[in-house]
């Protein structure tokens, strides 16, 4: 139980173009999830906090107008990177929390961008 | 200031020697604690997990922690490392008063030598 899927699993585009990643909690409703970023050999940093049906919340110093996050079922929520660059090529990884009151969050496998 | 600390980025260990990752916490609140196993260039899978129930949490794969108030610490342990136990181990840290958001620490890094 308690899994979690992102699709893709790597994708490489042009710079300007934009870019949506899907994550899906298979066997469970996530009423929340969490975007994270990771750099090579470093932790994960926490992008924003999206509830079903809301906004998603984001953290200090990340640029909501370039990741639009949607959240708009109990088990889906998207994350867009609009208008690429090389900077924001990384390694993205989603998790969901279910509504039970639990805090433990189950993650996805992770989505590779690469933008030229 | 709410924050967790991995105290070595590295670990390297031989096959079937003891394994010890440690951590510690800072919090001025009880927090539930997590370990988590990363393998390269995948997701994050949970090991175990602490929140004010016994002190000695089991995890998966003969993984356990000991959650030691006093020292603020939950450090990682098991007995035997095996080749596949290689990987980078995460501790974190969440906090009711933060709506639930992780905490991240640095991560270790977990070298087993055949």
């Known amino acids: 139980g308690a899994v979690v899927s992102q699709h893709p699993s790597r994708v490489i585009c042009k710079s300007g173009t934009s870019v949506k990643i899907e994550c899906r909690s298979l066997d469970f409703q996530a009423t929340t999830m969490f975007w994270y970023r990771q750099f090579p050999k470093k932790s994960l940093m926490l992008m924003a906090t999206s509830n079903e049906g809301s906004k998603a919340t984001y953290e200090q110093g990340v640029e909501k107008d370039k990741f639009l996050i949607n959240h708009a079922s109990l088990t889906l929520s998207t994350l867009t990177v609009t208008s690429a660059h090389p900077e924001d090529s990384s390694f993205y990884i989603c998790s969901a929390r279910d509504g039970t009151g639990s805090e433990t969050q189950y993650f996805g496998p992770g989505t590779r961008l690469l933008v030229l | 200031a709410q924050s967790v600390t991995q105290l070595d980025s590295h670990v390297s260990v031989s096959e079937g020697t003891p394994v010890l990752l440690r951590c510690n916490y800072s919090?001025?609140?009880?927090?539930?604690l997590f370990w988590y196993v990363q393998h390269p260039n995948k997701g994050l899978q949970l090991l175990l997990k602490y929140t004010s129930a016994a002190t000695l949490v089991k995890g998966i794969n003969g993984f356990e922690a000991e959650f030691k108030k006093s020292e603020t610490s939950f450090h990682l342990t098991k007995p035997s490392a095996h080749m596949s136990d290689a990987a980078e181990y995460f501790c974190?840290?969440?906090?009711?008063?933060?709506?639930?958001?992780?905490?991240f620490g640095q991560g270790t890094e977990l070298s087993v030598k055949p």
């Open positions: 974190v840290v969440s906090f009711y008063n933060q709506g639930g958001k992780l905490i």
């Open positions: 919090s001025s609140y009880s927090p539930s």
